[in-house]
């Protein structure tokens, strides 16, 4: 079993940027890949970025170019970096990963983007 823990949500105008950090309990990025996803209130949860353990990512069309993910093995942290924000980004983030037949999630982040 792991367990996930984000952190690095919180008010942002818009332009702004922040950094979010997926915690896991043990080493498994260099096993399993990560992935971001985001839930704004009445909205299904989408996925925003994905990450391979080879390094291969992929993001959403409505935050390519703005977002980047990545990982440090090292300190068993993924992140999602993340620029000039949009109202429209303001969501509750999400780090999730897929093992032993099931998805493990983070309990989630809050990112709010106002002026």
């Known amino acids: 079993q792991v367990q996930l823990v984000e952190s690095g949500g919180g008010l942002v105008q818009p332009g702004g940027s922040l950094r979010l950090s997926c915690k896991a309990s043990r080493s498994i990025f260099t096993t399993y890949g990560i992935d971001w996803y985001r839930q704004a209130p009445g909205k299904e949860r989408e996925l925003v970025a994905q990450?391979?353990?080879?390094?291969?990512?992929n993001y959403a069309d409505s935050i390519k170019d703005r977002f980047a993910i990545s990982i440090a093995n090292a300190a068993n942290t993924a992140y999602l970096q993340m620029s000039n924000l949009k109202p429209d980004d303001t969501a509750v983030y999400y780090c999730s990963t897929f093992m032993f037949h099931r998805r493990i999630w983070g309990q989630g982040t809050q990112v709010s983007v106002s002026s």
């Open positions: 990450i391979t353990t080879g390094g291969n990512s």
